[in-house]
């Protein structure tokens, strides 16, 4: 059964191949955006495992779901603010899953010679670089939504003392903080162009609805007569919206919390409960 599998898994993956290399044309809507720039020439070659990994780019590209591949890169997004997975990109990761996924599979069918759990490998290394990168992007998004509250309204403080709001968000980005690291990135992408304009594609970039609203509302502040006393309601306004998200995350952990006390503490507490008890009646029968 195990070289019925392996011919199988052989004969889809050449007509995969074969797929790609005849049929040059995109797929509406595929994640052309995607693929045409897996199709550039990078200039710089991958070393080692990475650039036969690579391979794998063109391929996957062209028929892995823009949906998967748009939520994996705003994953790596804030990853890579975090200082993690930095010269990876949204095709490289999916190359990398199915790697994992196929490798698993093949060892699985090896080893045990049973398709059930063979499929259990695969999924399991196909999930496993989302979660890691899931796990570091989810924290980092946490620290950057918990900073950013502080770091309007130091805007605010500096354009209240009469300094520009493209000065006030020059200087507070040297605070530091992770949203400080992110404005940074910004003014140094947006050399030769409209501060805004940048900012607004680095906020639909990151995915992050918090970031979206602030770009769209700094546009409005900057083209706006009384720029201090809206930089300041706007300081207020987005302070108080992540104290009232923090208030309704703190109630919803409380209701999130009560299925695994009843798996963990409660029913644990009952079987022990119920073999005291019982274990002494069922020895006198």
């Given at each position: 059964m195990t070289l019925v599998y392996l011919i199988g898994l052989a004969v889809t993956l050449l007509l995969l191949l074969i797929g790609v290399e005849f049929i040059p044309s995109l797929p509406a809507g595929r994640a052309a955006r995607y693929l045409q720039e897996s199709d550039q020439p990078t200039g710089a070659v991958l070393p080692g495992w990475r650039g036969w990994l690579s391979k794998?780019?063109?391929?996957?590209?062209?028929w892995t779901p823009g949906s998967l591949l748009r939520r994996t890169h705003s994953d790596l997004y804030f990853a890579q603010l975090g200082g993690r997975w930095e010269s990876w990109d949204a095709v490289q990761v999916t190359s990398l899953r199915f790697a994992l996924a196929s490798a698993a599979l093949l060892l699985g069918l090896l080893t045990y010679d049973n398709l059930v759990l063979s499929l259990v490998a695969a999924l399991l290394g196909w999930q496993t670089?989302?979660?890691?990168i899931g796990g570091v992007a989810r924290r980092t998004r946490r620290r950057?939504?918990?900073q950013l509250p502080e770091f309007i309204q130091?805007?605010?403080a500096q354009m209240?003392?009469?300094?520009?709001?493209?000065?006030a968000l020059r200087r507070t980005g040297q605070s530091g903080s992770l949203v400080g690291k992110w404005m940074q990135r910004v003014l140094r992408m947006s050399q030769g162009r409209v501060v805004f304009t940048q900012l607004q594609k680095e906020a639909q970039e990151s995915t992050l609805p918090e970031l979206?609203?602030?770009a769209v509302q700094l546009d409005f502040v900057r083209m706006g007569t009384a720029q201090q006393e809206l930089m300041a309601q706007m300081a207020n306004r987005i302070a108080a919206d992540y104290a009232a998200g923090a208030e309704q995350r703190a109630e919803r952990v409380g209701a999130e919390l009560v299925i695994p006390m009843v798996l963990f503490y409660f029913l644990p507490f009952i079987a022990i409960i119920l073999t005291l008890i019982g274990w002494p009646i069922l020895t006198t029968l």
């Open positions: 794998l780019d063109r391929p996957l590209a062209r670089p989302a979660v890691l950057f939504q918990a130091l805007v605010a209240a003392a009469g300094v520009s709001l493209e000065e979206i609203g602030l």
